[in-house]
């Protein structure tokens, strides 16, 4: 395939020798490479070089990088790719992992169209082993998808189903909630909860139910063109039956479909696992799904890599909110001890201006003293807060 970036040939940690482009995700460009300690076939993805040209914009996403290095280090699993090695070099981050050869899932359905309903099932249960296990170590992929999803069709693995991107978490946590423009996934995908900055593993349910209707219908449940009008159509508005699309999908796995594109997320199966064994069962029973427990569960709340027990970030980075706390007292300490200076002496009678009007301020209007201080402090927290990002900014 092409190599638009001309990076074959390129040999990354002194290890890894790029030989061919394979395909290309929303985050990076992925090659198949040699290790040249034994000479294997390795794929090695990329941070996408789009984001080198901005930094700023590419720390999130080198920490995404980050992010999917530590995850997958402490995941092993066979439905879920290996990683080899994380690193760097020359300014190119990397992950290094199995190669796989085959198509992923969204290939295989714009080529061949929609999945057999059984084929359906059986890769249902290979992406919810793999799911249950990550859930179970407290890991949330957050971006189940059909081209995150790998089906190997060669070699003595055929048909073993791999789950591949384990990106996202991350972003979840440093840029949703707030800023919409920022969201970063599939908003094809996205469980309702997730904009609410509440996702859980029962977020990953959400998507693999959206992924089966995909697989059984080629379409998606929603399929707006604008972030607000998939985001509206998830939180809002009801997912229509695949039953329509897929005639000979039965009543019992429609049903059980339905149920797993349930807004509230405690209305879901409460776990992968449980809803591929549903839909196995589906297939030879039919009728209204009425033996399904929805057992009300608490969602399994999210471990970000920050977390220690994931290794977290390393060195000073550790510690970068306590340093910039310091860094404004020393600041402040500074301003005291130096107010004879002629650079400090502005500022201080600019401070000291404000200071007497707010003192005949307080004389004056007594009531009104609590909410000034109130105010004093909120524009003191705000001022950390900003020398807290302006140092995390500079520093990365
Ligand atoms: N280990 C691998 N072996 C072969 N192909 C892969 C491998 N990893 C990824 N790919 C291909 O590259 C695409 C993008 O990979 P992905 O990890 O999802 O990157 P991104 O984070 O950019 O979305 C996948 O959809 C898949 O087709
Ligand atoms: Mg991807």
Redesign the pocket.
Known sequence: MRDVYNFNGRVLGRRFRLDSF???????L?YLGTDLRNEKKV?I?LL?PRFSSKPLKMAPYLRAFETEGKVLESLRHDNI?RMYDVGTDDGLAYIA????DGI?L??RIHRDGPIPIPECSNILSQIANALDYAHKRKIVHLDIKA??I?LIESGEEYNRVKV??F?LARFVQSTMGTTLSRVIGTPQYIAPEVYKNQASSLSDVYSLGVLTFFMLTGNLPFSGSHLLELMASHTHARPPSARQRCPTLSQFNDELISLVLAKDPTERPKSTGSFARHFEKGLTEDGPLIEFETKRVLPLPIVYVDDPRLGGRTGIRNHLGTLSYFVFLAFAFGLYFYRESSYVQPILSYFQVHLTNLQQYFTYMPPQYLGLMLLGCAGLVGLILLFRLLFRILIR
């Open positions: 394979i395909d290309e995700g929303g985050m990076g992925v794929a993805k996408h790719v992992m199995e190669y796989l992923n969204e290939d081209a995150n790998f591949l991107d990106g």
